[in-house]
T-cell receptor, first 109, second 112 residues
Framework: EDQVTQSPEALRLQEGESSSLNCSYT??????LFWYRQDPGKGPEFLFT???AGEEKEKERLKATLTKKESFLHITAPKPEDSATYLC??????????FGTGTRLQVFP | NAGVTQTPKFRVLKTGQSMTLLCAQD?????MYWYRQDPGMGLRLIHY???????AKGEVPDGYNVSRLKKQNFLLGLESAAPSQTSVYFC???????????FGSGTRLTVV
């Protein structure tokens, strides 16, 4: 069964304290791995798509990487405005995404 | 450019009542999806559509029906609401299945 697990469930960081969020997955034939950001009371906002092991993508203070079993979302020198829930999703050989339960990130000044 | 618009934003229903949630997208996307989001459960797919006139069941389809009569609209219906359907409902669309989804802002539904 296709499955996505995110860790940790919650993460508290001081402003400027870099860290990483983990997304481990088991799927039969990965077509893509997606990262989203979700602010309270809003819909998820698309960040990145990774398609193959070894691929990396960056956007401002965020960098996503992919291996055959997991993906990491690295946050470098985070700011309070980076506080949000970060969702990981995978697509196997279907037209559907399977989402993890997310990591709630809080960055304090 | 509105993207994905969901109506209504909030609704309170009594058990047994029916309602329809409307999702509209202006990006000419072929694929549209309905998800529900519950604490600790993540986003779970209810129904989806890969084009006008098509629908398919997702992970949690029981108690819901959908229709895609026009390419830009995807309707989610609850025929007889139950308290277990209290949730936040999100609609999403994508150009093609492997592209990133664009989500609406959600409908918060409470069934009492």
């Amino acid at each position: 069964e296709d499955q996505v697990t995110q860790s940790p469930e919650a993460l508290r960081l001081q402003e400027g304290e870099s860290s990483s969020l983990n997304c481990s997955y088991t799927v039969s034939g990965l077509r893509g791995l997606f990262w989203y950001r979700q602010d309270p009371g809003k819909g998820p906002e698309f960040l990145f798509t990774l398609y193959s092991a070894g691929e990396e993508k960056e956007k401002e203070r965020l960098k996503a990487t992919l291996t055959k079993k997991e993906s990491f979302l690295h946050i470098t020198a985070p700011k309070p405005e980076d506080s949000a829930t970060y969702l990981c999703a995978v697509q196997a050989n279907t037209d559907k995404l399977i989402f993890g339960t997310g990591t709630r990130l809080q960055v304090f000044p | 450019n509105a993207g994905v618009t969901q109506t209504p934003k909030f609704r309170v229903l009594k058990t047994g009542q029916s309602m329809t949630l409307l999702c509209a997208q202006d990006m000419n996307h072929e694929y549209m999806y309905w998800y529900r989001q519950d604490p600790g459960m993540g986003l779970r797919l209810i129904h989806y559509s890969v084009g006008e006139g098509t629908t398919a069941k997702g992970e949690v389809p029981d108690g819901y029906n959908v229709s895609r009569l026009k390419k830009q609209n995807f309707l989610l219906g609850l025929e007889s609401a139950a308290p277990s359907q209290t949730s936040v409902y999100f609609c999403a669309s994508s150009y093609e299945g492997t592209y990133g989804y664009t989500f609406g802002s959600g409908t918060r539904l409470t069934v009492v």
